[in-house]
């Protein structure tokens, strides 16, 4: 991994530590987004893709008002680009744990696919079905514009004011502290495509 990899991690490291979360344009090769882009858009034509649910055993359930999303999990990173971004992500998690003194250990993420229409309420990636997620990751792999599929992310301290709007853009990554940042996805009118992931501080085996 380059320095300018590197620098610019741990000028993430700083500003997630600073107010929670932090975005770039330049973290992820634009080349490297559409190839991963394209990765997904193949999975999605064979099929690849599952609906999202809400809640835990009895009370599992599809539910369009809260998340409309579909998702194809990564299951093997060996393979090109994914080998890749992970290499990113590798840095990421570095400078987060020197900068921030956290024991984030491993990275899991998922494909996600919203239909014209989907969102996601607002809500935080850290809760009680899922206390080791430290740091949420999106890569962007769609472009929309007119406030189309933003991510909302809102003020933890005044949780009814946006504190960003962050518009899709091909290769635009978005890095949040899972438990500090509620966040909301707001509907398009096209699909909205993203490698959505998670830095977890807990043992891999032991989440499967």
């Given amino acids: 991994m380059n320095g300018g990899v590197s620098d610019r991690t741990d000028v993430a490291a700083r500003h997630i530590g600073e107010r929670g979360y932090w975005t770039s344009d330049e973290l992820v090769e634009r080349a490297l987004a559409h190839e991963l882009a394209a990765d997904a858009r193949a999975l999605v034509a064979a099929g690849a893709f599952a609906e999202t649910h809400v809640g835990r055993g009895p009370d599992k359930r599809r539910d369009l008002e809260v998340r409309g999303d579909r998702s194809s999990w990564i299951r093997d990173w060996s393979r090109a680009p994914l080998d890749r971004y992970r290499a990113v992500i590798e840095a990421l998690r570095v400078s987060l744990a020197r900068t921030l003194f956290v024991s984030a250990r491993w990275f899991e993420a998922h494909y996600a696919l919203?239909?014209?229409?989907?969102?996601?309420?607002?809500?935080?990636?850290?809760?009680?079905?899922?206390?080791?997620?430290?740091?949420?990751?999106?890569?962007?792999?769609?472009?929309?514009?007119?406030?189309?599929?933003?991510?909302?992310?809102?003020?933890?301290?005044?949780?009814?004011?946006?504190?960003?709007?962050?518009?899709?853009?091909?290769?635009?990554?978005?890095?949040?502290?899972?438990?500090?940042?509620?966040?909301?996805?707001?509907?398009?009118?096209?699909?909205?495509?993203?490698?959505?992931?998670?830095?977890?501080?807990?043992?891999?085996?032991?989440?499967?």
């Fill in 114 to 208: 919203y239909p014209p229409g989907a969102r996601y309420a607002k809500h935080k990636d850290q809760h009680q079905h899922a206390p080791h997620r430290l740091f949420t990751c999106i890569l962007y792999l769609s472009e929309h514009a007119d406030g189309q599929g933003e991510l909302l992310i809102y003020d933890p301290d005044a949780p009814d004011r946006v504190a960003a709007r962050i518009e899709p853009r091909v290769g635009r990554f978005a890095c949040l502290a899972s438990a500090r940042m509620p966040h909301e996805v707001a509907p398009s009118r096209f699909d909205r495509l993203t490698l959505t992931g998670w830095l977890r501080d807990d043992d891999p085996h032991d989440a499967l």
